[in-house]
Nanobody
Framework: QVQIVESGGGLVQPGGSLSLSCAASGRFFRISYMAWYRQDPGKQRELVALITSDYSTNYADSVEGRFTISRDNGKNTVTLQMNSLRPEDTAVYYC??????????????WGQGTQVTVSS
């Protein structure tokens, strides 16, 4: 079983910055990819940013150039640095982790979600 613990989030003014962090622990052989999703009430959960085990990244068009995802494979953590925040970035942000066991079976795990509010 994999435990996901998120930290960060909160209230920030437009144009400000926030950093979200996520740590994975538990029984797994390795982590394949890590990602951040977000969801507004009444909307579908959407991918914000993703990073693979070899540090390749992918971003939603709406955050490209403003958000940066990074990971520390030694600590099993992923961080989302969010700059130039806009009111439309307001959402609950979820950490997602795909782990692999020694039989190469893949498992998906989600964090509990952390609220990000961008407002003046």
């Amino acid at each position: 079983q994999v435990q996901i613990v998120e930290s960060g989030g909160g209230l920030v003014q437009p144009g400000g910055s926030l950093s979200l962090s996520c740590a994975a622990s538990g029984r797994f052989f390795r982590i394949s990819y890590m990602a951040w999703y977000r969801q507004d009430p009444g909307k579908q959960r959407e991918l914000v940013a993703l990073i693979t085990s070899d540090y390749s990244t992918n971003y939603a068009d709406s955050v490209e150039g403003r958000f940066t995802i990074s990971r520390d494979n030694g600590k099993n953590t992923v961080t989302l640095q969010m700059n130039s925040l806009r009111p439309e970035d307001t959402a609950v942000y979820y950490c997602f982790v795909e782990t692999v066991d020694r039989l190469y079976r893949r498992y998906n795990s989600w964090g509990q979600g952390t609220q990000v509010t961008v407002s003046s």
